[in-house]
């Protein structure tokens, strides 16, 4: 399973999970989506999720808006424009920007999405269940007429 993108996805299951654990699940999926530390600097613990796009500039609580961050990060920012907040920090770099981006923007997710999935859970579970069915059976069948032709 992936991030989910909205904290009330992960209330598939009404009877287990409260708003309230599903809300807390849900920022911990933030954090440990990035191995627990800050999305900006990379070296403090995240302990805070900040708004990308503050919510008082109209950011949602979604997951593409939402990026763990440090106490110091979080509050240093404020409601500049991430970017150019970032660019100015001295933890700044190019790599750390992509990646950023790319949680915005969806990507990294769903790039892990099609590597863990493809190749083995679904593409073996199906092809087993055809050749089970069709071949064995289709050439069971005309087997046993061939047989009784000849
Ligand atoms: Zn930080």
């Known amino acids: 399973m992936g ?3 909205d904290w009330s996805d992960l209330m598939f299951d009404l009877s287990c999970l409260s708003k309230q654990v599903a809300k807390r699940r849900f920022k911990k999926s933030i954090k ?3 191995g627990g530390l800050c999305a900006y600097c990379r ?4 302990t805070t999720v900040d708004h990308i796009k503050p919510k008082s500039k109209g950011g949602d609580s ?3 808006n939402l990026l763990p961050a440090c106490i ?3 509050h240093s920012k404020g409601s500049e424009p991430w970017l150019v907040w970032f660019k100015q920090q001295l933890f700044y770099n190019e790599t750390a920007q992509e990646l950023i ?6 990507k990294r997710f769903i790039e892990e999405e099609l590597d863990d999935k493809s190749p083995y859970h679904r593409t073996t579970l199906c092809t087993h269940k055809s050749t089970i069915r069709s071949h064995s059976n289709e050439q069971a069948c005309t087997g046993k ?3 009784a032709a000849a």
């Open 3 to 5: 991030i989910a993108e």
């Open 101 to 106: 981006e790319e949680w915005i923007s969806n």
């Open 32 to 34: 440990y989506g990035w």
């Open 62 to 64: 979604l997951r593409s």
């Open 145 to 147: 007429n061939g047989l």
């Open 43 to 46: 070296c403090n613990r995240a």
């Open 72 to 74: 110091e990060c979080n």
